[in-house]
């Protein structure tokens, strides 16, 4: 498999993720192990996760994904095949949250003892804390990559002005530079990441680690009316996708797909894939069904004909 660099990090990642969020919220730890398993014995490396992950579920506290994936490298002996992507930032089950100094420093050894690791490869700023100045934030940053715990950062729900801001302040200040951007992006949600934070990417050389790249499962196409949305629990969120432009986009990955013998799901993800600016998409699954959909999409090429009607299918107005 063609491996990809995570922008100037020197960072070669496979060009699919695993999305960690649903290890100890929709599937058990024996489940997990085996989707990381399959995921690896394909040749993916990239694990992507958050301290916070599931702090939504009633009665946990956060940390409970970074601990299944710590209980699997210590079992597997396989932490050096691995790129190991977490996050700071989000508001944990105690209050705790931001990007101060200080606040990095204690919260990335929770992440190292969950993670059964001494080093994350990619420590990633999970949202904008506008209270704490740019520079401070680097500045701890800069501490980890110096002790060795840290090998390259990353922004995550960043604006396009803050992310510029981040990278100028790093620039003067000499202190590390942010080597990737996670944000939302798929086929139906194209705007909010191609008008401002596409381009700045580009001209600066970042990696993108796109999350909802299946936009809450509505581009596998199992919701296709207000009838299909009790399918699963994620279903209420897909219902604002269910209008004219939903459609249109179904109907060209439904168009796409029959010509490759593939499904929607894999035709989504190979588009987001074949745009010049996308490092690897993030995709999660919860059975191993589910993730072999999955990867056969790192196997399918699209045509420059393909892409062009699914462009014009998700085509947004400004």
Not at 8 to 31: E, H, Y
């Amino acid at each position: 498999m063609k491996l990809r660099t995570l922008g100037k990090s020197g960072i070669n990642v496979a060009p699919l993720a695993f999305g960690g969020n649903v290890f100890g919220w929709t599937i058990d730890q024996a489940t997990s192990f085996g989707l990381l398993d399959a995921f690896t014995a394909e040749g993916f490396n990239l694990i992507d996760t958050a301290d916070a992950y599931s702090v939504w579920v009633p009665g946990h506290q956060g940390g409970e994904s970074e601990t299944i994936i710590g209980h699997w490298l210590k079992a597997r002996g396989n932490r050096d095949k691995v790129v190991l992507a977490t996050k700071v930032g989000w508001e944990m089950a105690d209050g705790q949250k931001g990007l101060a100094k200080d606040y990095i420093l204690k919260s990335v050894e929770g992440s190292l003892k969950r993670l059964q690791t001494d080093y994350i490869d990619l420590y990633q700023s999970h949202k904008d804390d506008p209270n704490t100045p740019l520079e401070e934030t680097l500045e701890a940053y800069d501490q980890l990559i110096k002790q060795g715990k840290v090998r390259a950062i990353g922004a995550s729900n960043f604006s396009a002005e803050r992310l510029k801001s981040a990278l100028e302040t790093a620039q003067k200040q000499n202190l590390p530079l942010y080597q990737s951007l996670q944000p939302e992006y798929n086929l139906y949600q194209r705007q909010g990441f191609e008008q401002e934070l596409e381009p700045l990417c580009q001209e600066q050389g970042l990696g993108v680690i796109s999350y909802y790249s299946l936009a809450s499962g509505f581009l596998t196409g199992k919701y296709r009316s207000e009838a299909d949305l009790g399918k699963s629990p994620r279903g209420g969120g897909v219902k604002k996708f269910l209008n004219e432009r939903g459609f249109a986009i179904l109907k060209a990955l439904d168009q796409v797909a029959g010509q490759h013998q593939a499904t929607p799901a894999q035709v989504s993800l190979a588009w987001l894939m074949a745009r010049p600016s996308i490092t690897a998409p993030i995709a999660s699954a919860t059975s191993l069904e589910q993730l072999n959909d999955l990867i056969q999409a790192a196997h399918l090429t699209l045509t420059s004909e393909n892409i062009e009607l699914l462009n014009q299918a998700s085509a947004y107005s400004n």
